[in-house]
C-alpha cells in the first residue's frame, strides 16, 4: 500500500495546485525522468534557496540518581544551502500549419508534450549529473555530491571505464526530497501562452508563428547524512555470482538509509533495475509487486521499490579509492 510520502511527491503536489498545467506539466516530464514520481517536492524556504541543518549526531539522554543532576548536551549539526536552477525551452509552430491541420491546439499540445518530455529528461540528468561548478546553471547532481568513496559512496569493485551505478536513497521531507521557488502556486512549473509572434528562419526570412514558453524550477536537498547511498563502480554485464554479490551490497547498506516517514527508493537504469530484479529471484529474495499511490504496478525487493532511470550512465569512469 503507498504510505504517507507518496502523497508529498510533486506529482501530487501538482494535483492540488491552483495552476491546471501545473500537473500536465509534471506528469510529461515524468515519462523520462521516474524522480519526480517517487521523491517529494517542498517548497524552498529562502526564495531561491532552500537552507537545512544536515544533523550529524544526536544528543541523547542521561541517567540520573536522585541528588545529582545532569550535564547538558547538543547535537552536531551542520548548514547546507541548496540552490534551485531554472530549466526553460520555448516551442514554436508555424501558424499557417496549425491552421490547416484542422484542429490547431491538438497540434500545440502534441508539441508541447514533446517539448516537455525533453525537458524531463534534462531534469532527469541534471538530478544525476548536474555540476553547479562547471555550470553555474546546474544544481549539484547526486553523482557530484557522492563522487569519492566512503560511507555513502561504495564501490562495487568493478575497474574501468564502461561502470554505471545505483541509487538507494530514503525519499522524504527530513531526508532526500525536490524543491521548488518559495511562493510557487504551481511547484515550480509553468506553460506561458506567448501567444502568435514573429520569429526567423535560418536564412532570417520572418514567419507567424504560435509560441509556448515552458519553464521549470527545482533543486535538490539533502538532509540527512544516510539519505543517499551510491554503489559505483559496478559492471554493466554481471554473472550469476556478480548478482548474488550486488543484491548483498544492497540488502546491507538499505539497512543503513534514515528512518522516518520515508519511502525507499533504487533508482538505476534500465539493466541495472533488471539484473536486481532477476538476483532477488536467484537469492530467493521476495521481489514483491504493489502498486504505487496512482495504481500503478511496482516492484520491490524487501521493500527497496525499483525504479528505472536511464540517464544514469553504462559508460561511468571507475572511482578509485
Known sequence: MPNLVDNLTALEVARRSSNPDALTIIETMAMLNSMLEQLPSTMANDKAVHTSLKRLSYPGGEHRIYNRGVGK???QTVPVRDLITMLEALSDVDEALAKHSGNPNALYNSEAAAFLAGMGLDQAEDLIYGNHSHDPAQIDGLATRYARLGDCCISFGGKGKYLTSIYLIAAGEKACHLIYPQGSSSVGVQRIDAGIQY???????????????????????????DAVVRICNIPNNLDKAGRADLIELVLRHQKRLTKGIVNTVLFGNQEMVYQVERAGREAQI????????????????NGLRLRQQDVILSTEEEIAA
Open 199 to 225: 520569429a526567423k528562419d535560418e536564412k532570417g526570412g520572418e514567419y507567424r508563428v504560435h509560441r509556448d514558453h515552458f519553464i521549470a524550477e527545482y533543486g535538490l536537498a539533502i538532509e540527512h547524512p
Open 73 to 75: 548536551k547538543a547535537s
Open 286 to 301: 521476495v521481489v514483491a509487486h504493489e502498486s504505487d499511490v496512482w495504481g500503478r504496478p511496482v516492484n520491490n525487493v
